[in-house]
């Protein structure tokens, strides 16, 4: 099917359609002037012996007029062939004869005639009204396709097809290797060879579009993590002067609210820096999935009742980054332990060549109209903000799953009664 979708395949149709519609239009032409051409010579040669049969002449008389063997009948023949494709031929001919003034009313054909020869049977319309059937046997008409016409017809349509699929595939392949470098992300590249202007176009919008982007995504990198750098310092001397503060029952709170909301604004920092990471840090090194998230689920510190971990003994995957799955697993085991409802239980393992991490919780979810805004920055599923953050905990899972490959899926349980959601990637 996608095949069938394809710029190649439909251009490839398209074209054999209209080389079908083409030769069966010349085809046609052909045999109508071929049929137009064969008729004139019937009626040049039968002509004077048919005029003299429908002039009421003795047999004999006609037949030394006639150029072959003809046979007369009083009655309608007996047809038992007829075949659909010689009445165009059999109407020109009775146009013709009657343009040489032989009346005839009406022609048939049959395909055996005396000898094994084929016959036209033609009705004269005599002078007293009656109708008189002759019978020009020979080889007036084809009963089937001339080998060498079949051949020519063949090699017509196998020639069609050829250049058609020729042309198609040197317009289609140009955008085939655009589709390429955009899927891949490649601007490497050089100029698309054999590529029509329009083409030529496109793929420099694109490197155009993609080099802005990139520079966007730079700059926003920058501010955050100059932004959050600079901030930190800060908040760090805010933190010890705070602890530096004398002991006392009037102090001591709000010693403890201002240490809070340092070590708060510290995590919201530390969100924006996790942020710019998940698209820098390169995917070069060897990662046990498994033992990153029992590590990870250990640093929660839950009892086993509230959170449990299914995971293989080492599950380990080539092109990752062990920071990068620390906070996958992070976000969503904290995303689900804040927003959902417990028992939490994260399942790492593999599906065919995928490598699969699951957080279930017992929580509602999110709403499906809700959920793919939910996987972009900024985007809080709490309205109320009764919980801090900035939302971006999915949005980092989404970025990373895309850089690996990946996607993001939430589902419901079997039972409907646990929300599920699932990171997949390929093993590479």
């Known amino acids: 099917m996608k095949l069938a979708r394809g710029l190649f395949a439909r251009l490839l149709?398209?074209?054999?359609?209209?080389?079908?519609?083409?030769?069966?239009?010349?085809?046609?032409l052909f045999y109508?002037?071929?049929?137009?051409?064969?008729?004139?010579?019937?009626?040049?040669?039968w002509s004077p012996a048919l005029k003299l049969a429908a002039a009421g002449a003795p047999l004999k008389a006609v037949l030394e007029h006639a150029p072959g063997p003809l046979r007369t009948a009083t009655t309608r023949p007996e047809v038992a062939f007829a075949f659909i494709s010689l009445t165009s031929r059999l109407n020109v001919?009775?146009?013709?004869?009657g343009d040489d003034g032989v009346p005839v009313d009406d022609a048939l054909f049959s395909p055996e005639g005396g000898a094994g020869m084929s016959t036209i049977w033609l009705a004269l319309r005599l002078a007293e009204g009656q109708l008189l059937w002759v019978g020009l046997e020979g080889d007036i008409v084809e009963t089937r396709w001339r080998d060498r016409f079949i051949v020519l017809v063949v090699l017509l349509f196998a020639l069609a097809i050829v250049a058609s699929a020729f042309i198609s595939r040197h317009l289609a392949r140009p955008l085939e290797v655009l589709r390429g470098r955009i899927a891949a992300d490649d601007m490497s590249g050089g100029s698309l060879p054999h590529a029509s202007a329009e083409v030529q176009a496109i793929d420099e919008a694109w490197r155009t579009l993609r080099q802005s982007i990139d520079l966007q995504e730079c700059e926003r990198a920058l501010l955050l993590a100059g932004v959050s750098h600079d901030l930190r310092s800060p908040l760090g001397r805010i933190r010890m002067a705070a602890e530096m503060l004398p002991d006392g029952?009037?102090?001591?709170?709000?010693?403890?609210?201002?240490?809070?909301?340092?070590?708060?604004?510290?995590?919201?920092?530390?969100?924006?820096?996790?942020?710019?990471?998940?698209?820098?840090?390169?995917?070069?090194?060897?990662?046990?999935?498994?033992?990153v998230?029992?590590?990870?689920?250990?640093?929660?510190?839950?009892?086993?009742t509230s959170l449990?971990?299914?995971?293989?003994?080492?599950?380990?995957?080539?092109?990752?980054?062990?920071v990068l799955i620390e906070r996958v697993i992070a976000n969503l085991l904290d995303n689900a332990l804040t927003?959902?409802?417990?028992?939490?239980?994260?399942?790492?393992?593999?599906?065919?060549h995928r490598i699969r991490v699951e957080v279930e919780d017992c929580g509602p979810g999110i709403a499906p109209e809700d959920q793919q805004a939910m996987l972009q920055a900024f985007a809080r599923g709490d309205a109320s903000r009764r919980h801090p953050g900035l939302g971006l905990g999915l949005a980092v899972v989404q970025r990373v799953a895309l850089r690996m490959g990946g996607?993001?899926?939430?589902?419901?349980?079997?039972?409907?009664?646990?929300?599920?959601?699932?990171?997949?990637?390929?093993m590479g």
């Open 93 to 97: 001919l009775r146009e013709t004869l």
């Open 32 to 45: 109508d002037e071929r049929s137009r051409a064969v008729a004139q010579l019937v009626s040049s040669r």
């Open 249 to 291: 029952e009037r102090v001591a709170p709000q010693r403890e609210a201002i240490v809070r909301n340092v070590l708060l604004a510290d995590r919201l920092i530390g969100s924006f820096l996790d942020h710019v990471r998940s698209g820098e840090l390169p995917l070069d090194e060897t990662v046990d999935v498994a033992a």
């Open 407 to 426: 996607s993001v899926a939430f589902c419901r349980s079997v039972d409907g009664a646990r929300t599920i959601v699932r990171v997949e990637w390929s």
């Open 339 to 352: 927003h959902g409802q417990p028992p939490v239980r994260l399942i790492v393992g593999t599906v065919g």
């Open 293 to 304: 998230a029992r590590s990870v689920a250990a640093q929660q510190h839950c009892e086993a």
């Open 308 to 322: 449990s971990v299914e995971a293989p003994a080492s599950l380990p995957v080539a092109h990752a980054n062990a």
């Open 13 to 28: 149709l398209v074209q054999v359609l209209l080389a079908i519609l083409l030769i069966a239009m010349l085809m046609a």
